[in-house]
């Protein structure tokens, strides 16, 4: 048997192994599941084995290829570089499907498991806020690090970016005046939803009927329902006749 057949039956046999490792793992990552981690109290340990599962045989078998290609030396030595390029996109990719899975199902445990549970609703309004801004950040860093592996200058990008995002943020500052407002008024609590307070600045007052990220609205003695932007409650004077709560 001529060597090249020598080293084209070992590139498939690795591939084989490969594969059947990674099919072993998904069936090692059900027992884990089942077996261990499903006495926990918690389902945290579930939400990471479920992130893991296809990045974990996905790498297997692109690293079974990676392999079985160096025994092959049939293939020209220009495309060695090209190929090196190409597997650390694709193991990126794979590090970046897994957190990508990873972050989305945290957040799911987070709300379901923690959130749901605790008194203030900070957490429940801004937890997909917070899932975006993760996700947009981590897939704005993969696409800057492939772009710059291939040689790509990315300075222009990133400072495009930084500049549009300087515009968006001009544009909605009033809007971005709001939100923040909103997210010092649920951490501070000077009034919480249900308690009666004036703005005096406004001449309005009646009972809070929800605290929002953009907006406050409040129903009126008259049974009207107002909606005062949080950057005006942020400015003002409140009174809350609820705190303390002399009954």
């Known amino acids: 048997m001529s060597p090249q057949l020598q080293e084209i039956g070992l590139a498939v046999l690795i591939l084989v192994v490969a594969w059947l490792l990674s099919r072993l793992s998904k069936w090692i990552v059900k027992f884990i599941s089942t077996k261990v981690i ?79 549970k605790t008194e203030t609703e900070l957490d429940d309004r801004y937890l997909d806020l917070f899932r975006r801004v993760v996700l947009l950040v981590l897939s704005i860093v993969v696409i800057v690090t492939v772009l710059g592996r291939y040689g790509v200058e990315v300075s222009a990008l990133v400072t495009t970016l930084g500049i549009g995002s300087l515009a968006v943020a001009l544009a909605a500052q009033e809007t971005l005046g709001d939100m923040i407002t909103g997210f010092t008024i649920m951490v501070d609590q000077p009034f919480k939803v249900g308690d009666r307070v004036e703005l005096l600045d406004i001449n309005t007052w009646g009972d809070v009927v929800d605290i929002g990220l953009r907006s406050t609205r409040i129903r009126t003695r008259d049974n009207r329902m107002v909606s005062v932007p949080n950057s005006v409650i942020g400015k003002g004077l409140v009174v809350n006749y609820s705190d303390p709560n002399t009954v």
Do not use: C, K
């Open 38 to 116: 499903g006495r926990t109290r918690t389902h945290l340990d579930d939400v990471i084995v479920d992130a893991a599962d296809f990045p974990l045989r996905a790498a297997i078998i692109i690293g079974g290829m990676e392999l079985a290609l160096s025994q092959v030396s049939l293939i020209p030595a220009g495309w060695n570089g090209s190929i090196d390029d190409l597997l650390f996109v694709v193991y990126f990719l794979i590090v970046y499907i897994f957190l990508y899975r990873l972050i989305g199902g945290l957040v799911v445990w987070y709300g379901r498991e923690v959130a749901s």
